[in-house]
């Protein structure tokens, strides 16, 4: 799929009323997938009826929840669906897309911000290799919940860390450990 020539870019999807989609950028036809991909590239889009010339990126971006969900990659609990459902008509409608939005936007600041700190505490220690190693396999987890993920190769097993030969290593290992407690509490608050 070719990208425009600035990322910055709103690509103008086109909905025809035989439920093809155009993309104006490649002059293609796509999907849904497509438009998926593109989101997780974090490409803008804005989807609009061929036709009318009507806004209806949210029901497109509904319609590729649905599908993923049906695919099994299941991300929306039942009772989140229902507390959400009730939502509507409500006099706090007005305030839950903000919520939701900014919502999202602190987990994935805090996803940012766990690897970070992680990354710097162990960055120099003896454990280092391990700590990446964990990393990895973190990260692997978290995408694994992402609509579209693909699941991770496994990973030949490493061979164990040498033990500390030290009290000065030791006591090296305490203090990254307390530096990492105190990061993390940070985060959480």
């Given at each position: 799929?070719?990208?425009?020539?600035?990322?910055?870019?709103?690509?103008?999807?086109?909905?025809?009323?035989?439920?093809?989609?155009?993309?104006?950028?490649?002059?293609?036809?796509?999907?849904?997938?497509?438009?998926?991909?593109?989101?997780?590239?974090?490409?803008?889009?804005?989807?609009?009826?061929?036709?009318t010339d009507e806004d209806i990126t949210?029901?497109?971006?509904?319609?590729?929840?649905?599908?993923?969900?049906?695919?099994g990659q299941t991300m929306l609990p039942?009772?989140?669906?229902?507390?959400?459902?009730?939502?509507?008509?409500?006099?706090?409608?007005?305030?839950?897309?903000?919520?939701?939005?900014?919502?999202?936007?602190?987990?994935?600041?805090?996803?940012?911000?766990?690897r970070t700190a992680v990354e710097g505490?162990?960055?120099?220690?003896?454990?280092?290799?391990?700590?990446?190693?964990?990393?990895?396999?973190?990260?692997?987890?978290?995408?694994?919940?992402?609509?579209?993920?693909?699941?991770?190769?496994?990973?030949?097993?490493?061979?164990?860390?040498?033990?500390?030969?030290?009290?000065?290593?030791?006591?090296?290992?305490?203090?990254?450990?307390?530096?990492?407690?105190?990061?993390?509490?940070?985060?959480?608050?």
């Amino acid at each position: 799929m070719k990208k425009s020539s600035s990322k910055g870019d709103i690509v103008i999807i086109k909905k025809y009323a035989n439920r093809r989609l155009y993309n104006t950028d490649t002059s293609s036809y796509i999907t849904l997938d497509h438009l998926a991909a593109m989101t997780r590239e974090g490409r803008e889009f804005k989807v609009v009826d061929a036709k009318t010339d009507e806004d209806i990126t949210r029901n497109v971006l509904t319609q590729i929840i649905m599908e993923e969900e049906s695919r099994g990659q299941t991300m929306l609990p039942v009772n989140f669906l229902r507390q959400l459902i009730s939502m509507y008509g409500d006099s706090m409608q007005a305030v839950v897309p903000g919520y939701l939005e900014a919502s999202m936007d602190s987990f994935r600041r805090n996803q940012e911000q766990f690897r970070t700190a992680v990354e710097g505490a162990f960055a120099h220690g003896p454990f280092a290799e391990m700590a990446k190693r964990n990393m990895a396999m973190f990260e692997a987890a978290a995408t694994a919940f992402q609509p579209g993920a693909k699941p991770a190769e496994p990973q030949p097993p490493q061979p164990a860390p040498a033990p500390a030969k030290s009290d000065g290593e030791i006591d090296a290992l305490k203090e990254q450990l307390a530096k990492l407690q105190e990061q993390i509490e940070k985060l959480s608050k």
